[in-house]
């Protein structure tokens, strides 16, 4: 069985809104193959250790969150950008990007998807982004210590490198979610007067801020928060197009 590379593509691009976003990454279909599709795998990052692992499991169609275009990324098709896409046009792969429009979805989104294995209540939009509304907001069903949640959440991310900043309330019931490194977007949690703050990855201004603003903040991993979106979509397309997926997951500690 296969699908038209396109009709994956535009089905894609309305799920996820792909033309409603503002985004660095050049989101939709990045590289093309020869227009039908018999295997998808999803991944994190558009590596070559990726590409080459779904090149072994058969796979024709490729969906990331960081792709390959990034602003003028591509420029020169040289080094590193030669690699990438002389091997998957060699092999035949089309590559599909998603960043901010996989991290906004209010279902399938990395967002969406860590509030609801974390079992968060009345989850609704949190954090604007370039005037989009990229993260999520809920409540536990009952406050529990910071440390309690600090397990939940490590027990979702298992291999990331999980990094606790207690700065707020020794109990924790409101919880903001915005994956990878949104490290800035603490400011929003402090604004809202959410217990805790949940991302990838953290940086020096975001730590400061943290604690002059009193905010928890869990960071586990910028590739540990965001392998939740992928394999969403990943599920869906083998719904919708009854093809082979398989979710590649490289295990990288960040």
């Known amino acids: 069985m296969s699908a038209r590379t396109k009709d994956i593509a535009d089905a894609l691009d309305a799920e996820l809104r792909i033309a409603d976003f503002t985004d660095s990454s050049h989101n939709g279909l990045q590289v093309s193959n020869s227009g039908t599709v018999s295997g998808i795998c999803c991944g994190v990052d558009a590596s070559l250790d990726f590409f080459r692992a779904a090149k072994d499991k058969g796979a024709d169609f490729c969906l990331v969150h960081h792709g390959i275009s990034w602003g003028d990324s591509l420029a020169k098709i040289t080094g590193t950008n030669y690699e990438i896409v002389s091997f998957l046009i060699k092999n035949n792969i089309a590559l599909y990007a998603a960043h901010l429009p996989l991290d906004a979805h209010p279902a399938l989104g990395n967002n969406a998807q860590i509030a609801a294995a974390l079992g968060l209540e009345d989850v609704a939009g949190f954090c604007n982004y370039h005037g989009n509304i990229i993260g999520r907001k809920g409540r536990l069903p009952e406050a529990i210590p910071f440390g309690a949640l600090c397990d939940k959440v490590h027990a979702i991310t298992p291999d990331g490198a999980i990094h606790a900043l207690p700065f707020g309330s020794g109990m924790v019931r409101t919880v903001g979610i915005v994956s990878g490194g949104a490290a800035s ?59 082979p997926f398989e979710f590649i997951d490289l295990r990288l500690p960040w």
């Open 185 to 243: 977007e603490v400011t929003q949690a402090a604004a809202e007067k959410l217990d805790c703050f949940i991302t990838g990855e953290m940086d020096l201004a975001g730590y400061n801020t943290a604690k002059h603003e009193s905010v928890n903040v869990i960071a586990a991993g910028h590739y540990a928060t965001e392998r939740f979106g992928v394999k969403a979509v990943g599920e869906l397309l083998h719904q919708n197009f009854k093809l």
